[in-house]
């Protein structure tokens, strides 16, 4: 079984809509991410917590909201969706946080805003 | 902020060629890593590299730690079909003693492998 899982795997709406990923992880780590990909521009990171208590903003972060429900859960939220949000989200855990504490991609999600 | 600068953006080669890749900053970083993304899954860390001047192998993959902090390379020998995906780079910075683990990605190079 994967380790970190999202859920939808692809998901197509329209401009307006609230959009709800969620990621899941059974590796114990404290440390959660959601990144964005666009072609060309890597992955850059949205919101990243450290436990249940600290939520922090990355590079770009406007036009998203995240929770972490459990250790285990870590939601992002687009409260409007716009097409420019159109992109390939991942999640990510980190057990701790030095260099040496690798992060565990889940397999992503694919979002459409028509 | 910190920019990472990947370079081809796109390769094209024959199975059995060697492949090179490579990712320039415009600052330091502490740690530079290698990922590679197969299609419809999510990036795995291939090389991590700790030190200015760590020359590191994993199998077929070589890569190394620029001496000046700000740049890595990316070796593949010999490839096979399997070596098709997305390479990504990335840097770790450690600033005044914390870190939030945070990477800055380069933009990627997609490698096709034709058998």
């Known amino acids: 079984d994967a380790d970190v899982t999202q859920t939808p795997r692809n998901r197509i709406t329209k401009t307006g809509k609230r959009i709800m990923l969620e990621c899941s992880q059974t590796?114990?780590?404290?440390?959660m991410y959601w990144y964005r990909q666009d072609p060309g521009l890597g992955l850059r990171l949205i919101y990243y917590s450290f436990d249940v208590k600290d939520i922090n903003k990355g590079e770009i972060s406007d036009g998203y909201s995240v929770s972490r429900q459990a250790q285990a859960k870590f939601s992002l939220s687009l409260e409007s969706a716009i097409p420019n949000q159109t992109a390939l989200y991942f999640c990510a855990t980190s057990k701790g946080l030095a260099a040496r504490d690798t992060q565990y991609f889940g397999p992503g999600t694919r979002l459409t805003v028509l | 902020g910190q920019q990472l600068n990947q370079s081809p953006q796109s390769m094209f080669i024959q199975e059995g060629e060697d492949v090179s890749m490579n990712c320039t900053s415009s600052s330091i970083f502490n740690t530079w890593l290698w990922y590679k993304q197969d299609p419809g899954e999510g990036p795995v860390l291939l090389i991590a590299l700790y030190k200015a001047g760590e020359l590191t192998s994993n199998g077929r993959l070589t890569a190394q730690f620029g001496i000046t902090r700000k740049d890595s390379f990316l070796n593949i020998s010999a490839s096979i079909p399997s070596d098709v995906g997305i390479y990504f780079c990335?840097?770790?910075?450690?600033?005044?003693?914390?870190?939030?683990?945070?990477?800055?990605f380069g933009q990627g190079t997609i490698l096709t492998v034709h058998p």
């Open positions: 590796k114990g780590h404290d440390r």
């Open positions: 990335a840097g770790h910075l450690t600033a005044g003693g914390t870190s939030y683990g945070k990477l800055t």
